[in-house]
């Protein structure tokens, strides 16, 4: 494919990325001389409406957002030959995915303090009624910035299958649901429509996890599994995998990642509070603890973890965490009586076809 001379005011110097929709090029304004990362559409992706209305759409959503640690957006449109391209901010760096494959893992500081950034850039788009519906690692950008905290900036990319709840638009067809199976949250598994900001605390759950584990909560070799997994199977605690981790941080990530919405953080912000204070009790003497062997109940009955099932599942007392956090994480230590059941489970929660995004 022949690389354009120009698009928009932008003089094309090379190709510097492709994927299944798109090319991504390396330009410079004519007359401003700054450098940017302008995303193409390949023709044949471009015939499709839906799409370029998804693309564009990301363009949008982007640009209301206007937080340091979400990408920027620049321009957008139609090139004369009909081309549909974004320019965006040129970034360099180190996306997060890849971070995690080259370590395994991230020291549990730098999870909690890429976790905070992300957080309160979620909180950010919430705030605008944006919720981005795909969050992954794959989609966090680590950029060097010196005014952030540890000199590195993380940069949430790719609002395209965002959702704006002031909009009547829609870009995906009924009963099905778009995302990426690994990190998808119960509600979007049914492709019931039904998705709200806590979709996003839930795949926010599935992130940390997984910077602080090397892997996601759930992993299977199929979508369907994922599926299944999400509807119907607990996490396991992070500490299982990670020596030594707080407990707090067990208590907060099983909160976002609780099957019913209702069970999670009520909003990213309220998310972010408890991840400061928690990030303040690091340095703190640690507590000796006596953990005993996690048992995960079955089906949906979260509500009931914390009622007490939580503190058993973790071996862990309310004494364990302060008590202002204790508040912020809902930890009420006192046993529950009335186990989960998969007799909770509703009949809605079935398999549903799914949209999964191509790779960029």
Do not use: W
Not at 112 to 118: E, F, G, K, S, V
Not at 270 to 292: N, T, W
Not at 329 to 342: Q, R
Request: glycine share 8%.
């Amino acid at each position: 494919m022949t690389i354009p001379s120009h698009i928009g005011q932008y003089r094309i110097l090379r190709k510097i990325g492709a994927g299944g929709m798109g090319l991504v090029y390396l330009g410079e304004h004519t007359l401003l001389g700054r450098r940017a990362a302008i995303k193409t559409l390949l023709p044949r992706v471009a015939a499709v409406p839906e799409i370029v209305e998804r693309f564009f759409n990301e363009a949008r959503a982007t640009s209301a957002i206007s937080d340091p640690g979400v990408i920027q957006i620049f321009d957008f449109g139609y090139h004369v030959d009909g081309t549909a391209y974004i320019v965006m901010e040129l970034l360099e760096g180190e996306a997060l995915s890849a971070r995690i494959e080259r370590l395994g893992k991230l020291a549990v500081g730098d999870a909690l303090r890429i976790a905070r950034q992300i957080a309160g850039s979620l909180a950010t788009a919430h705030a605008r009624d944006i919720i981005h519906r795909d969050l992954k690692p794959d989609n966090i950008f680590l950029v060097h910035d010196g005014e952030a905290q540890g000199g590195e900036r993380s940069k949430i990319l790719d609002f395209g299958i965002c959702k704006v709840r002031t909009s009547s638009a829609t870009v995906t067809q009924s009963g099905a649901m778009v995302g990426t199976p690994v990190y998808m949250a119960p509600e979007q598994c049914r492709g019931t429509g039904t998705v709200d900001h806590r979709a996003d605390i839930y795949a926010f759950g599935c992130l940390v996890f997984h910077m602080l584990t090397g892997r996601p909560p759930f992993v299977g070799e199929a979508s369907g599994e994922l599926i299944v997994a999400h509807l119907r199977e607990e996490p396991p605690p992070p500490s299982r995998f990670v020596e030594d981790l707080p407990l707090a941080v067990d208590v907060l990530l099983l909160r976002c990642l609780a099957k019913d919405p209702d069970d999670r953080f009520a909003s990213m912000t309220d998310l972010l509070a408890a991840l400061v204070e928690i990030s303040g009790h690091l340095d703190a003497p640690a507590v000796p603890v006596e953990r005993v062997a996690p048992q995960m109940p079955l089906g949906r009955g979260f509500r009931s973890m914390y009622d007490g099932n939580l503190a058993q599942m973790l071996g862990i007392s309310g004494r364990d965490i302060p008590d202002s956090l204790r508040k912020r994480l809902h930890f009420a230590p006192t046993p529950s009586t009335t186990p989960a059941s998969n007799d909770d489970f509703e009949a809605d929660e079935r398999p549903v076809p799914v949209i999964l995004m191509p790779p960029r």
